[in-house]
């Protein structure tokens, strides 16, 4: 190793600039040497697990206080109601941030895009919400609530716990304390239930015409095309029964989305028809009986 003893080391005439050492070498200063005015680097603001970022000035490094790292846990503190973690695209114009409220409220995922910011799910006290509820969920939307998928395994598990109850609870847009439907679960069974409270109603009436409606029914048998087994199944087609127990249906007949079923919505109206004809079975029994005593 070469020594070389100087008092001062200085640029040559014309330059600002001391150069030591080439690019790919390691220029050291050697043990217990301290390194004079205007060499080295500055941190300023340092104190233990601080993270270390750059800053406008020259040689010169800060110590975040809100930002810390003690070896295994980062730590974000913010110092008011700002964007924890920013995740951007192509630009500062669009991004996806994580915001945790200082003042104790939610953790919220925040998507900004076209010049404005909107949030698309939150864990708050009361669980995980997510899904824009200003946009309407459908096969063609973009704004799916929560979407799962598994791959051989069940997409959704739902445990309710050790008693029995509502294991998945339905809310109208009009009311977030009265449930329209819900999922319940005994230790043994599982029960789909809709809202039925005589408190929820008006305009009570009789079915009056149950056989005549129930006539009108076409019961189908087919196969589902996606189904590569092609097995049959009793069923109806929906824009059939729309005129009949229209509250049955979703959607419309050969609209943007493929219209559904629930079949549930059918059985009223086949209890009446039922009904009707056991009526008229047991006046016809009352009339064979009244012959045959005659």
């Keep these: 190793m070469s020594t070389i003893e100087a008092n001062t080391l200085k640029p040559i005439s014309g330059s600002s600039t001391l150069t030591l050492g080439e690019s790919g070498d390691t220029v ?9 005015t205007g060499i080295g680097t500055t941190i300023n603001n340092n104190a233990d697990n601080r993270v270390i970022t750059g800053s406008g000035t020259a040689n010169t490094l800060e110590g975040e206080a809100n930002l810390t790292y003690d070896g295994s846990t980062l730590t974000i503190k913010p110092a008011s109601n700002v964007h924890q973690l920013k995740l951007e695209q192509n630009n500062a114009t669009d991004y996806w941030s994580l915001h945790a409220d200082s003042s ?8 900004f895009t076209g ?10 006290n009361n669980g995980l919400q997510l899904g824009d509820l200003n946009q309407p969920l459908g096969a063609t939307s973009s704004a799916h609530g929560l979407s799962c998928s598994g791959n051989g395994y069940a997409s959704v598990r739902i445990r309710r716990g050790a008693d029995n109850g509502d294991a998945v609870a339905f809310f109208g847009s009009s009311s977030d304390s009265i449930p329209v439907g819900s999922i319940s679960t005994t230790t043994s ?16 009436s009789d079915i009056s015409d149950g056989i005549d409606r129930v006539k009108q029914l076409q019961p189908k048998r087919f196969n589902f095309i996606a189904d590569e087994t092609d097995t049959l199944v009793d069923g109806f087609i929906a824009h059939e029964v729309s005129s009949v127990v229209p509250e049955a249906i979703q959607g419309e007949k050969d609209g943007e989305e493929m219209q559904g079923i629930d079949q549930s919505k059918l059985v009223p109206l086949l209890t009446k028809a039922l009904q009707e004809a056991i009526t008229k079975i047991e006046t016809l029994e009352a009339r064979v009986q009244a012959l045959e005593s005659a």
């Excluded at 069974?189 to 009570?204: F, G, I, P, Q």
Aim: aromatic share 10%.
């Design 28 to 36: 050291s200063l050697g043990s217990g040497v301290t390194a004079g």
């Design 189 to 204: 069974s599982t029960a789909y239930n809709t809202s039925s409270d005589y408190r929820l109603k008006e305009n009570v």
């Design 104 to 111: 104790g409220g939610p953790l919220s995922f925040n998507r």
């Design 115 to 124: 010049g404005s910011e909107s949030e698309k799910g939150s864990f708050t």
